[in-house]
């Protein structure tokens, strides 16, 4: 556990935290869904008289035609737009200033991310950054985007950060390797589709990297301290989509109810961590990600049964109730044995989808500090059940290594 006086710090931050959560508005996007539903959010732009919009995706999602033919519709409804597409994983601040500046140059007057959580994470900053003339280090943290941002417009292809919803964006530093959160309100998408027939072209080991970023959004944000009657019950509708059709995206992607059913998983997943928050295994993630390239879900996906492993002291009653959610708990049974169903029912995901249990790229001299930018990370954004102390969480990174 924490030093005693820390914990008492934590604690009472995180309090206040709960507090402004339930105090300050959340906006949410208007939504499109359904089969083909870009084409709506495309007809729903044009009629809103934006000049130009920066089109901010990544050069496979061109390279396979989905943006062109995205594309097609914004001219079929009288849109004019420019193509920025040189997002990558876990995007960087020299991409958030070449977008603006091409933003800028091209005069638009709002943008269309296109892609995963890097496409959209970024649009979110290019779209902070038009409107704040600040550095991205001064917009880090919570509610630190003082103006209104750019129109903003999100077309997600995968089905797992639920960036179409949320308050968050992340993007790195490339000089330190640290990933940078902006936490704000006014970072949500002013509209969005759940388009399932974009999502199809997902490749399996993705739909698995995604979907397991999904589900540890929902995880954690149910173990959370600040975790509310609201949140809770999108857990509930996102664990029920997760059980039923998490596995079977990843073995037939091309059914477009499946990948409706991830989809609002997703965004479920997104509207409850929003308000209540993640946990250890976020930061553990991101900090992977930043030091090795990890993708983020797969990140999630190998610390999240060690981070649950480390909190069900806490936090067994609500575990035993993520085990029922999906179908693996009973009502017979006491609250330790269906936690620890549920912790098996994560690694059991791991299995059926091939996701590594190790990472080669960790390195003995790293750990340290992986563990300490990870605590802090947590420890002064996430209102976790339990709290790391130093050596337990390098103890925990080190379970991770080959």
């Known amino acids: 556990m924490a030093g005693s006086a820390s914990l008492l ?3 009472t931050y995180m309090k206040a935290l709960k507090i402004a959560a339930r105090i300050i508005p959340i906006p949410r996007p208007t939504l499109f869904s359904g089969a083909n539903s870009s084409e709506q959010l495309c007809e729903a732009i044009g009629l809103m008289n934006i000049g130009k919009l920066l089109i901010v995706t990544d050069t496979a999602l061109v390279d396979i035609g989905l943006v062109g033919n995205i594309e097609a519709q914004l001219i079929a409804n009288g849109v004019d737009f420019v193509r920025f597409s040189d997002v990558t994983p876990d995007p960087t601040y020299p991409q958030v200033e070449d977008g603006l500046a091409l933003y800028q140059r091209e005069q638009c007057q709002g943008i269309l991310a296109i892609g995963g959580g890097s496409p959209i994470d970024c649009a979110k900053v290019i779209a902070a950054r038009v409107t704040n003339k600040k550095a991205i280090k001064r917009l880090a943290g919570l509610l630190k985007v003082w103006r209104t941002p750019a129109p903003l417009f999100a077309l997600p292809t995968t089905a797992g950060t639920g960036s179409e919803v949320t308050v968050a964006a992340v993007v790195s530093d490339p000089n330190t390797h640290q990933k940078t959160p902006l936490m704000d309100p006014k970072l949500v ?16 080991h993705i739909t698995a990297a ?9 995880v954690e944000a149910y173990l959370s301290v600040n975790a509310t009657a609201e949140t809770d019950a999108y857990v509930n509708a996102a664990m029920a989509l997760l059980s039923r059709n998490l596995i079977a995206a990843y073995k037939d992607g091309r059914s477009l109810k499946v990948r409706q ?8 997943a997104g509207l409850a961590f929003t308000k209540a928050s993640l946990g250890y295994a976020h930061a553990i993630a991101h900090n992977l990600g930043a030091k090795y390239g990890t993708p983020h879900g797969v990140g999630n996906a190998l610390a999240l049964p ?8 806490d936090a067994a009653s609500r575990m035993g ?3 029922r959610m999906v179908g693996v708990g009973d009502e017979e049974w006491d609250d330790n044995t269906n936690a620890q169903a549920f912790i098996d029912y994560v690694v059991m995901l791991q ?17 340290s500090t992986i563990a300490q930018l990870a605590i802090k990370e947590a420890n002064w954004n996430y209102p976790v059940p339990r709290y790391l102390t130093q050596l337990e969480c390098e103890s925990l990174i080190q379970k991770l290594m080959v």
């Open 321 to 323: 109730n993520l085990a």
């Open 210 to 218: 995604t979907g397991m970023d999904a589900l540890t959004h929902a």
């Open 306 to 313: 060690h981070v649950l492993a480390f909190s069900l002291p």
């Open 351 to 367: 299995e059926e989808m091939a996701l590594p249990k190790t990472l080669e790229a960790i390195k003995n001299h790293d750990v």
């Open 9 to 11: 710090v934590y604690k």
């Open 261 to 268: 059913g991830m989809a609002f998983a997703s965004y479920y």
């Open 189 to 204: 998408p002013l509209m969005a589709a759940l388009d399932p027939v974009l999502m199809t072209e997902l490749p399996p």
